[in-house]
T-cell receptor, first 109, second 112 residues
């Protein structure tokens, strides 16, 4: 079993839709959690850190469920520019970051 | 601020050739990392440097060496390139508090 698992998608959604991705992790000792966005042939860019209390940044909301060992990302009012691959990243409190393989989102006009 | 910069952006090598990938960051981060990204796989850590003067192996270090030249710069060397090293290489840096990583634009390496 992979340490971090994501549904690869693609998730095809119309503009304006709400879409949610989940990411499960296997190491209960994981301490920090992140969502990154990666455009085709570009570097991963930090979208948001995920805090225990959950956090929101504009149209994006991230949640952490330690009991069930997953994090989620909700995107409201999807824009064409949101089309990308979303990477889930888990950190074990050291220098070990585990990357998911990503969930591909396509927002359709 | 440029953030994290990498050179070169693209490189084609023949099997057995050597090269060095350069990385620099201007965010005053202590920690720096080298990853490779292959299709269908998550980023995998090659080497990291927790602070200036230290380097440690990651998940896939074989065939690579690194040098932390100073706080800003962290280079990755392929001594004898192999086709299995065809990949996209990303350098990253992080602070020691939030553990948020910031990535360079990547180097696309093809070994023939």
């Amino acid at each position: 079993r992979k340490e971090v698992e994501q549904d690869p998608g693609p998730f095809n959604v119309p503009e304006g839709a709400t879409v949610a991705f989940n990411c499960t992790y296997s190491n209960s000792a994981s301490q920090s959690f992140f969502w990154y966005r990666q455009d085709c042939r570009k570097e991963p860019k930090l979208l948001m850190s995920v805090y225990s209390s959950g956090n929101e940044d504009g149209r994006f909301t991230a949640q952490l469920n330690r009991a069930s060992q997953y994090i989620s990302l909700l995107i409201r009012d999807s824009k064409l520019s949101d089309s990308a691959t979303y990477l889930c990243v888990v950190n074990h409190g050291t220098y070990k970051y585990i990357f998911g393989t990503g969930t591909r989102l396509k927002v359709l006009a | 601020n440029a953030g994290v910069t990498q050179t070169p952006k693209f490189q084609v090598l023949k099997t057995g050739q050597s090269m060095t990938l350069q990385c620099a960051q201007d965010m005053n981060h202590n920690s720096m990392y080298w990853y490779r990204q292959d299709p269908g796989m998550g980023l995998r850590l090659i080497y990291y440097s927790a602070s200036e003067g230290t380097t440690d192996k990651g998940e896939v270090p074989n065939g690579y060496n690194v040098s932390r030249l100073n706080k800003r710069e962290f280079s990755l060397r392929l001594e004898s390139a192999a086709p299995s090293q065809t990949s996209v290489y990303f350098c990253a840096s992080s602070d020691g508090t939030l553990y948020e990583q910031y990535f360079g634009p990547g180097t696309r390496l093809t070994v023939t």
